[in-house]
């Protein structure tokens, strides 16, 4: 029974579309008709998504239903892969990113990515949170410190590292490390944050200090999550996006979704029949 | 049984280690005990007088900073080549493109070119321009023999450079000139292992240099002009038949093991500091 249903989902009719596209707030970012191949696989097929402004999106699925995939057609990550095609709209505003005379690097700018496993550019704790400022053009040591120390505060790194900015980054814990990738992304003050399983690297208390500062973080940013665990959805998201072999599937409130899932598939995901 | 087949592949790798060691030993031993007498302060501070063959006045301070120039020269123009291909075929290009992996292919075979082809190749050229052995011909011919070793060493490490760290740029808005700034700094140790590399096989390596850097009892002051060279001044004063001559071959032996010494502990300490500040 439940593997007829993986084999063959069912599709969200057109009105239930309609529904998903209309029943929301205030929209920061627009995916329309999005479709993705890689090597000419249909990885992503046909999302339409509205991403609100200032709350946690989440966006669950099964490993393989293109969680990643989509999170990184959001900041143009597949810019560079030769092999994956990219189709549809995505809207920041007004502005399509995918059109022609948009810059990437002025995208990007927009969206600060914070990886699985934290990564660190080889330079001090400093330099790091420092970089994105000195590629916009902050060249004023003070004006560096002050914008180093915010964010670090911001992440709540400063009081760890404040004595060892000097340091190099990689001497930091792993869990100090994904909350300096985060100040990082914040220097470049970003609108929105993208967060690829951002914590399953970590450890749970690192996790819950990751957790605490997105609920924080969203008062001044659109906070888009890929996450594997159903219980941290639960605890942090306010809309959640429930994706099965490139489709999405349902999108909502995270409160209705989870208490009253509208497709079965999503309701068999969260039971835990599949995963 | 588990138990003796752990015993006998151990003393399998001591035997190996020691034997190589042994040898390494051994040949210290022979460039000490034959050289250290012969070896003076002229040696090094001065040029030879009364023909190499048969000289036993003076130094080989020409072949010294011959060897040296020619080592800085070689190194400087492979490092502007090679680490430019090696970041193309890593990040420009995708890794294991078709076109990276002919490059390392190719670059794989030059490695194993004896170094006299590069003499005999470098000569031809030469000739072809109607130059005459000199230390600017040394300089290319070397450096044709240490690019594939500084491309592939460098490469070695490029290849592991992590692509979150390229996407964690690239989401920071950095444009690809500003990523490969930051990869520099990234494999800034690999650099370092590819310097000491080159330098110790340029800077051994007679063959290339015989016929494009001639020899010459002067310090070279023109790159237009023959300069000697450490390894050709072993081989040449080897070659005499009289003993001191000889001697002489071991003590210039015994001056460019410790040339080598000496460069290959600054690099590291360099590099060290370098990674220190930086990273």
């Given at each position: 029974m439940i593997d007829t249903a993986i084999a063959a989902p069912d599709k969200p009719s057109i009105k239930q579309k309609m529904t998903i596209v209309q029943s929301l707030p205030a929209t920061h970012l627009k995916v329309e008709g999005l479709n993705v191949y890689i090597h000419g696989k249909h990885i992503l097929k046909d999302i339409n998504l509205n991403i609100p402004e200032k709350?946690?999106?989440?966006?669950?699925?099964?490993?393989?239903?293109?969680?990643?995939?989509?999170?990184?057609?959001?900041?143009?990550?597949?810019?560079?892969?030769?092999?994956?095609?990219?189709e549809g709209q995505v809207y920041v505003g007004d502005e399509d990113i995918y059109a022609k005379n948009v810059e990437v690097t002025h995208i990007r700018k927009k969206m600060g990515l914070l990886a699985q496993r934290p990564t660190v550019l080889p330079m001090s704790i400093f330099d790091n949170v420092a970089y994105g400022p000195r590629l916009y053009g902050t060249r004023r040591r003070r004006k560096l410190y002050e914008i180093v120390k915010h964010q670090l505060q911001a992440v709540g790194l400063w009081e760890e590292v404040k004595d060892r900015l000097k340091t190099p980054a990689v001497?930091?814990?792993?869990?100090?490390?994904?909350?300096?990738?985060?100040?990082?992304?914040?220097?470049?003050?970003?609108?929105?944050?993208?967060?690829?399983?951002?914590?399953?690297?970590l450890d749970p208390l690192s996790t819950t200090k990751i957790e605490e500062m997105f609920l924080t973080l969203k008062e001044k940013y659109s906070i888009v999550l890929v996450t594997h665990t159903l219980r941290q959805a639960k605890r942090i998201s306010d809309y959640i996006a429930f994706m099965y072999l490139g489709e999405l599937i349902e999108f909502g409130p995270s409160g209705e979704v989870f208490s009253n899932p509208k497709h079965k598939l999503t309701r068999e995901y969260l039971d835990g029949s599949f995963s | 049984m588990k138990n003796l087949e752990e015993k006998i592949f151990k003393a399998?790798?001591?035997?190996?280690?020691?034997?190589?060691?042994?040898?390494?030993?051994?040949i210290l031993y022979v460039i000490i005990s034959k050289g250290l007498p012969s070896l003076n302060w002229d040696m090094?501070?001065?040029?030879?007088?009364?023909?190499?063959?048969?000289?036993?006045?003076?130094?080989?301070?020409?072949a010294i900073l011959g060897s040296l120039i020619l080592i800085a020269g070689s190194v400087l123009i492979s490092m502007v080549i090679s680490l430019p291909v090696a970041l193309y075929i890593n990040f420009v290009k995708r890794k294991e493109s078709k076109f990276s992996n002919t490059l390392r292919f190719a670059f794989d075979i030059l490695f194993g070119i004896p170094s006299i082809v590069y003499g005999a190749f470098?000569?031809?050229?030469?000739?072809?321009?109607?130059?005459?052995?000199?230390?600017?011909?040394?300089?290319?011919?070397?450096?044709?023999?240490?690019?594939?070793?500084?491309?592939?060493?460098?490469?070695?490490?490029a290849v592991s450079v992590p692509q979150d760290l390229i996407e964690a740029l690239k989401s920071l808005g950095a444009t690809q000139y500003e990523t490969l700034k930051v990869i520099v700094r990234q494999?800034?140790?690999?650099?370092?292992?590819?310097?000491?590399?080159?330098?110790?096989?340029?800077?051994?390596d007679a063959a290339t240099v015989l016929?494009?850097?001639?020899?010459?009892?002067?310090?070279?002051?023109?790159?237009?002009?023959?300069?000697?060279?450490?390894?050709?001044?072993i081989f040449f004063q080897l070659s005499s038949p009289v003993e001191e001559v000889q001697n002489r071959a071991y003590a210039a032996a015994l001056i460019l093991t410790i040339i080598i010494l000496i460069l290959s502990f600054s690099t590291r300490y360099f590099g060290r500091k370098m990674s220190k500040s930086k990273l």
């Amino acid at each position: 029974m439940i593997d007829t249903a993986i084999a063959a989902p069912d599709k969200p009719s057109i009105k239930q579309k309609m529904t998903i596209v209309q029943s929301l707030p205030a929209t920061h970012l627009k995916v329309e008709g999005l479709n993705v191949y890689i090597h000419g696989k249909h990885i992503l097929k046909d999302i339409n998504l509205n991403i609100p402004e200032k709350k946690i999106t989440c966006i669950i699925g099964p490993s393989g239903c293109g969680k990643t995939t989509l999170l990184r057609s959001l900041n143009r990550l597949h810019d560079d892969a030769s092999e994956v095609k990219v189709e549809g709209q995505v809207y920041v505003g007004d502005e399509d990113i995918y059109a022609k005379n948009v810059e990437v690097t002025h995208i990007r700018k927009k969206m600060g990515l914070l990886a699985q496993r934290p990564t660190v550019l080889p330079m001090s704790i400093f330099d790091n949170v420092a970089y994105g400022p000195r590629l916009y053009g902050t060249r004023r040591r003070r004006k560096l410190y002050e914008i180093v120390k915010h964010q670090l505060q911001a992440v709540g790194l400063w009081e760890e590292v404040k004595d060892r900015l000097k340091t190099p980054a990689v001497r930091l814990s792993i869990g100090q490390q994904q909350r300096l990738c985060l100040a990082r992304g914040l220097a470049v003050e970003p609108e929105f944050i993208l967060g690829d399983e951002a914590t399953s690297a970590l450890d749970p208390l690192s996790t819950t200090k990751i957790e605490e500062m997105f609920l924080t973080l969203k008062e001044k940013y659109s906070i888009v999550l890929v996450t594997h665990t159903l219980r941290q959805a639960k605890r942090i998201s306010d809309y959640i996006a429930f994706m099965y072999l490139g489709e999405l599937i349902e999108f909502g409130p995270s409160g209705e979704v989870f208490s009253n899932p509208k497709h079965k598939l999503t309701r068999e995901y969260l039971d835990g029949s599949f995963s | 049984m588990k138990n003796l087949e752990e015993k006998i592949f151990k003393a399998l790798m001591i035997f190996a280690s020691v034997t190589i060691l042994s040898v390494l030993l051994y040949i210290l031993y022979v460039i000490i005990s034959k050289g250290l007498p012969s070896l003076n302060w002229d040696m090094v501070s001065k040029i030879p007088s009364g023909g190499f063959y048969l000289g036993k006045e003076g130094g080989i301070l020409n072949a010294i900073l011959g060897s040296l120039i020619l080592i800085a020269g070689s190194v400087l123009i492979s490092m502007v080549i090679s680490l430019p291909v090696a970041l193309y075929i890593n990040f420009v290009k995708r890794k294991e493109s078709k076109f990276s992996n002919t490059l390392r292919f190719a670059f794989d075979i030059l490695f194993g070119i004896p170094s006299i082809v590069y003499g005999a190749f470098g000569f031809m050229v030469m000739i072809y321009f109607g130059l005459q052995a000199s230390l600017l011909g040394g300089i290319i011919a070397v450096s044709l023999l240490v690019i594939p070793i500084m491309v592939r060493s460098i490469d070695e490490v490029a290849v592991s450079v992590p692509q979150d760290l390229i996407e964690a740029l690239k989401s920071l808005g950095a444009t690809q000139y500003e990523t490969l700034k930051v990869i520099v700094r990234q494999i800034s140790p690999g650099i370092t292992t590819a310097i000491l590399l080159s330098i110790g096989r340029g800077i051994g390596d007679a063959a290339t240099v015989l016929f494009t850097a001639g020899y010459s009892d002067s310090i070279p002051v023109s790159p237009m002009q023959p300069a000697a060279t450490l390894p050709l001044a072993i081989f040449f004063q080897l070659s005499s038949p009289v003993e001191e001559v000889q001697n002489r071959a071991y003590a210039a032996a015994l001056i460019l093991t410790i040339i080598i010494l000496i460069l290959s502990f600054s690099t590291r300490y360099f590099g060290r500091k370098m990674s220190k500040s930086k990273l």
